[in-house]
Nanobody, 113 residues
Framework: QVQLVESGGGLVQPGGSLRLSCAAS????????MAWYRQAPGKQRDFLAY???????LYADSVKGRFTISRDNAKNTIYLQMNNLKPEDTAVYYC???????WGQGTQVTVSS
C-alpha cells in the first residue's frame, strides 16, 4: 500500500503561480513513476506530467512551458510548479503513483480574480 498526500492548492489570481507537493509513504518501490493529473468540474481527469524515479519527465502539451514537475527521491515527494495560471487551470489536482495505480485525495486549485 502507498499513501499519497497532496498539498499546496489554493486561490490564485490569473497570471500567478502555485507549487503543489505530493508526499508518498508506505511500500515505495525503488523504481516508480509519479504523476500529476487534474479534473475540472464535469470533466474527465486529465494527465498533466510525470516524472520517473530516474528523473525522466513527460508533459501534456496543454501545460508544456508553464508547469514543471520535479521530485526529491530522499523525501519521496514530487512537486508541480505552476506559472502563469489561467482560469481554465481551475481544477482538483491529483497525484498518482505507479506501479499499482495509487491516487491521492486531491488538492483544489482555483484561478480567479
Amino acid at each position: 500500500q502507498v499513501q499519497l498526500v497532496e498539498s499546496g492548492g489554493g486561490l490564485v489570481q490569473p497570471g500567478g503561480s502555485l507549487r503543489l507537493s505530493c508526499a508518498a509513504s508506505g511500500r515505495i518501490s525503488s523504481s516508480n513513476i509519479m504523476a500529476w493529473y487534474r479534473q475540472a468540474p464535469g470533466k474527465q481527469r486529465d494527465f498533466l506530467a510525470y516524472v520517473t524515479s530516474g528523473g525522466f519527465t513527460l508533459y501534456a502539451d496543454s501545460v508544456k512551458g508553464r508547469f514543471t514537475i520535479s521530485r526529491d527521491n530522499a523525501k519521496n515527494t514530487i512537486y508541480l510548479q505552476m506559472n502563469n495560471l489561467k482560469p481554465e487551470d481551475t481544477a482538483v489536482y491529483y497525484c498518482k503513483y505507479d506501479p499499482y495505480g495509487f491516487w491521492g485525495q486531491g488538492t483544489q486549485v482555483t484561478v480567479s480574480s
